[in-house]
């Protein structure tokens, strides 16, 4: 399989309440209280965190057995530091993560050289971990206003 698209469509639905659909699969994403939001569900930015950790989940159970590690269990803890006055507008910092950290739970009985070769092989062939790590061309195709006709 080569280069392929992938689509997903965000829907404001009330307040700060999205929903997202991709292939037929949908997500609530909201904000918390305290961000404005009625908390119906993860926000944007725990949802980046989750798609990370999901992503090295299934590069860790996709390519296990070419590593000679019989996987019991795989868990990532992710975690990311975001100053919120960026996407409030309240002073001239950047709205997006400054850090990323994970913490890799694997259970097995695979001996340390290897875990080690695996760890790296998954850091590196996960594809969200690298749209995160490396700059990605991000823009507006086109703005479509769509208003009702009377």
Same mark, same amino acid.
């Given at each position: 399989?080569?280069?392929?698209?992938?689509? *997903?469509?965000?829907?404001?639905?009330?307040?700060?309440?999205?929903?997202? $659909?991709?292939?037929?699969?949908?997500?609530?994403?909201?904000?918390?209280? $305290?961000?404005?939001?009625?908390?119906?569900?993860?926000?944007?930015?725990?949802?980046?965190?989750?798609?990370?950790?999901?992503?090295? *989940?299934?590069? *860790?159970?996709?390519?296990?057995?070419?590593?000679?590690?019989?996987?019991?269990?795989?868990?990532?803890?992710?975690?990311?530091?975001?100053?919120?006055?960026?996407?409030?507008?309240?002073?001239?910092?950047?709205?997006?993560?400054?850090?990323?950290?994970?913490?890799?739970?694997?259970?097995?009985? *695979?001996?340390? $050289?290897?875990?080690?070769?695996?760890?790296?092989?998954?850091?590196?062939?996960?594809?969200?971990?690298?749209?995160?790590?490396?700059?990605?061309?991000?823009?507006?195709?086109?703005?479509?206003?769509?208003?009702?006709?009377?």
């Amino acid at each position: 399989m080569a280069k392929q698209t992938f689509t *997903a469509t965000a829907t404001w639905k009330e307040n700060l309440l999205v929903e997202t $659909e991709s292939r037929g699969h949908r997500i609530l994403i909201d904000e918390p209280q $305290e961000l404005g939001g009625s908390d119906k569900g993860m926000n944007p930015v725990e949802v980046v965190l989750s798609a990370l950790g999901a992503c090295q *989940a299934i590069v *860790a159970r996709t390519y296990a057995s070419q590593f000679g590690i019989d996987l019991k269990g795989f868990r990532v803890t992710v975690e990311g530091d975001l100053d919120t006055d960026g996407f409030l507008n309240k002073s001239n910092v950047r709205p997006g993560f400054s850090n990323i950290r994970y913490i890799f739970h694997i259970d097995t009985e *695979a001996p340390a $050289e290897k875990i080690s070769a695996y760890q790296e092989f998954i850091e590196t062939h996960c594809p969200v971990g690298d749209t995160l790590a490396n700059p990605v061309a991000l823009k507006a195709s086109q703005v479509i206003v769509e208003h009702p006709t009377y």
